[in-house]
């Protein structure tokens, strides 16, 4: 039992010896090493004036979306577009069964010369010309009586001749100078009954021009034509399909592309802001700037052209209509975008990416660069977003050195190597939504 013990105690014995140089060699003191700079990219501020923009929620739409209805019924025999593509204003768009306007117009033709043959035979005053003869005939045997009892009357009287042939004479002049009294008459009657019959077919001969007329714009109607120039949707009548004047369902619609219209809304306090500095009003000269679903900005400025007459009292908000060019017809009424709005222009202000800026529940701090490039720690006031960048109302003056890319890596007092901050390749120009 002992001999078995005995190599177990020494090889304890060694290990607690191995154990405890062990120990001693780790326990030696050496003197720290500094670790080397960190690596950090940093700007140095230095004041700029800076634009401050806003964005807004926006959508467009087509102010003058016209309903293509037609004016006259029929039954549709073609189509003469393709849903979606461009018309013009006046181009065939439908073409109706032409037949029964076109029968129409031909009756209306043959109705008009009956009544301008009509009008041509009253005109030549056929039944006057015969009066007026009537009239004359009765007036020359009115003279002759005239003079038969002239030259009887002084020969009676001196028993030249008898007085039987004087009677007669006298007789006879009364009965002539009664029918051209009654001869008179006539062509005064004649002559009314003529005029008025004149009167009453150039009366008709207009009327019938005019159903004429009626009967040739309903032919003109059986084909529809575009009112106005834009894109076309598509049909909601098929071929063979009846149209109605009176339908309350439109044959399509045509929407105009250009220019767009674009409708947001801005607070009150903002509506506010712009009336003092004159931007809300109607054709202020602010260039706005559409910025489409895929962050992409649309090439045209648009112009503040109309404002509603009140602010929304649920919402708090008006409603402001912008025009933007649109040549290539690229924008669609009912696309959703952000207006961005020049509100402000900030004077010698500091601006540094967001990324500079560390954010600690409601403390804001950046790190700077010292003269022996150690890390201080600064506190900041941001202000308004402007794009990527912040910018700071305290705790900044110009010519500090900001870390930019690599503060995550240090702390304050430590040494760093700065290399300068260049910036995204490509980015865009200062802009963005002004923060609250």
């Not at 209805?69 to 029929?74: C, I």
């Not at 009366?203 to 034509?225: C, F, M, R, W």
């Not at 598509?234 to 105009?256: A, C, E, K």
């Not at 961005?340 to 701090?365: E, F, G, M």
Request: charged share 20%.
């Amino acid at each position: 039992m002992k001999k078995i013990m005995l190599p177990a105690l020494l090889a304890l014995v060694a290990l607690g010896c191995a154990l405890l140089s062990g120990c001693t060699a780790s326990g030696q003191r050496k003197d720290p090493v500094s670790p080397p700079p960190v690596p950090v990219t940093v700007m140095t501020t230095q004041a700029q004036d800076v634009p401050i923009l806003s964005d807004f929620a926006a959508q467009t739409y087509a102010r003058n979306t016209v309903d293509v209805r037609g004016r006259v019924e029929g039954y549709i025999e073609k189509w003469l577009f393709s849903p979606g593509s461009e018309v013009t204003a006046g181009q065939d768009l439908y073409e109706l069964d032409l037949r029964p306007y076109q029968a129409s117009v031909e009756q209306a033709q043959g109705n008009v010369k009956q009544s301008e043959a009509d009008l041509e035979f009253a005109r030549h005053q056929v039944s006057l010309l015969q009066a007026q003869a009537n009239l004359a005939s009765a007036e020359a045997n009115l003279l002759k009586a005239q003079q038969d009892y002239a030259r009887l009357k002084p020969l009676v009287e001196a028993d030249a001749a008898s007085k039987q042939d004087f009677d007669a004479a006298a007789a006879a002049l009364k009965a002539n100078e009664a029918n051209v009294a009654s001869a008179k008459a006539n062509v005064e009657q004649v002559t009314l009954s003529t005029r008025t019959q004149i009167s009453s077919m150039e009366g008709k001969v207009e009327a019938l021009k005019g159903a004429l007329q009626t009967a040739k714009l309903n032919l003109n109607y059986g084909t529809i034509k575009a009112p106005i120039s834009g894109r076309i949707g598509d049909s909601l009548v098929p071929v063979g399909g009846l149209v109605t004047p009176s339908s309350s369902q439109p044959l399509t619609t045509i929407v105009p592309l250009d220019p767009i219209w674009v409708r947001f809304k801005v607070t009150e306090s903002e509506y506010l802001g712009w009336a003092k500095q004159g931007r809300s009003t109607p054709g202020a000269d602010i260039p706005l700037t559409l910025i489409l679903a895929d962050n992409s900005e649309f090439p045209a400025k648009g112009h503040i052209e109309d404002s509603l007459n009140q602010v929304d009292p649920k919402t708090g908000t008006l409603e402001l209509q912008a025009r933007f060019p649109n040549p290539r017809h690229t924008l669609l009424p009912g696309q959703f975008g952000r207006v961005r709005v020049q509100v402000d222009d900030r004077k010698n202000a500091i601006v540094i990416p967001q990324k500079a800026v560390l954010q600690l529940q409601s403390i804001q701090t950046v790190y700077t660069v010292g003269a022996d490039n150690r890390v201080l720690a600064r506190a900041v006031v941001t202000g308004a977003q402007v794009g990527n960048q912040w910018i700071i109302e305290q705790g900044l003056k110009p010519g500090d050195e900001v870390i930019v890319d690599g503060q995550l890596k240090v702390r304050p007092g430590s040494a760093v190597q700065p290399t300068p901050y260049r910036g995204p390749t490509g980015a865009p120009p200062v802009s963005g939504a002004a923060g609250n």
